[in-house]
């Protein structure tokens, strides 16, 4: 382990000693037809990967939700409340395409196991991304992700409502292939314990409030790659997107198959460079140092190091 000022940078051979023999009646396994559910978009996600990575992460999260779940109680006792554990929120942070919904479906499937008697939930900040309609009357369609193209009060509200253990609480849907939020389609978290909630924005401090979101986050990880590998990664998704949409009018994607591959990657390569390296530089990358774990990937999303924070 190396450690500078601000972490302790731990390589990948090494963190797989990290696993501890304290929980053994936790165990947690994956199988490949769970893997292929997790990367329906490119297969290179192994099972070694997975539990080589994500097992100890999965008991180094278990570290942190004893200590939320002690903490709950003496504070309850001392105020006499009695109630059910809030949620434990897990924000994960990082570049557009850099696997963050891939990461957290994978942390879904192993803290599921590790806690079977824990309802483990998973959302996303894009429902919270503004409607297209609204995008373009506020004149920011060419800045979806930017940090005012989200509905940050109703983020927060979402947050709150989560904190407070309300049920069957909404939020909305926002899909890759329209291209936009699904009018009226409506999720709903359940009454979870844990909530994975990954957003490019979830380390922001929101324009337009006084409230930090990682306020709401009992722990908080970065994903992290440079920038030149996140987009290839984003154009590899593009035309997998657009391959995928070959057969579907209706798909946002469907229009690039009418063009040259050249043309459809010219326009892929104009929205990374305008849209999402902007936003990265701006405004996601300044959050990273706020986040307790970075994980740091490097091609062919190989996870190279993990970075702990040291406080
Ligand atoms: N660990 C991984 N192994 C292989 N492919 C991955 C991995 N994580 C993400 N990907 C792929 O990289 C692309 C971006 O990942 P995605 O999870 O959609 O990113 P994000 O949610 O950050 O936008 C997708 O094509 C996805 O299948
Ligand atoms: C909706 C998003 C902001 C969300 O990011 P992601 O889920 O990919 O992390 C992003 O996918 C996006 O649409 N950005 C705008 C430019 C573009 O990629 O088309």
């Not at 099972?47 to 002690?70: G, H, M, R, W």
């Not at 992700?145 to 947050?159: E, K, R």
Request: glycine share 2%; hydrophobic share 35%; aromatic share 14%.
């Amino acid at each position: 382990m190396i450690e500078n000022k601000d972490y302790y940078v731990i390589n990948r051979e090494e963190w797989n000693d990290y696993l501890s023999n304290e929980s053994p009646h936790r165990q947690v396994t994956i199988s490949e037809e769970q893997l292929e559910k997790i990367t329906s978009l490119n297969d290179e996600l192994t099972s070694q990967d997975a539990y080589e990575v994500y097992k100890p992460i999965t008991e180094l999260i278990s570290v942190y939700l004893e200590n939320y779940k002690l903490l709950t109680d003496k504070r309850d006792y001392f105020l006499g409340i009695k109630r059910s554990m809030p949620p434990f929120i897990i924000g994960i942070a990082g570049s557009v395409a850099v696997g963050k919904s891939t990461a957290a479906r994978l942390l879904q499937i192993f803290l599921s196991q590790f806690y079977p008697e824990l309802q483990v939930a998973l959302a996303t900040t894009d429902g919270f991304i503004y409607p297209n309609k609204i995008l373009k009357e506020k004149g920011i369609m060419d800045k979806k992700g930017f940090p005012d193209s989200y509905n940050m009060p109703a983020l927060i509200d979402f947050l709150k409502e989560i904190k407070n253990g309300h049920e069957h609480i909404p939020y909305p849907t926002y899909s890759h292939k329209v291209y936009d939020i699904i009018p009226d389609k409506m999720q709903y978290l359940d009454k979870p314990d844990i909530v994975i909630l990954e957003g490019i924005n979830v380390l922001q401090f929101p324009s337009n409030t006084n409230i930090y979101l990682s306020d709401f986050f009992d722990l908080s990880i970065y994903i992290n790659a440079d920038e030149d590998i996140i987009e290839q990664w984003f154009y590899e998704r593009f035309k997998l997107l657009v391959n995928n949409a070959r057969n579907t009018p209706s798909d946002y994607y469907y229009k690039f198959n009418l063009m040259s591959e050249d043309e459809a990657m010219a326009y892929a390569t104009k929205v990374w460079h305008d849209i999402n390296l902007v936003n990265l530089h701006e405004y996601i990358l300044p959050t990273r140092p706020n986040a307790n774990i970075v994980i740091h990937k490097e091609a062919h999303h190989r996870i190279s190091e993990l970075w702990l924070k040291k406080y």
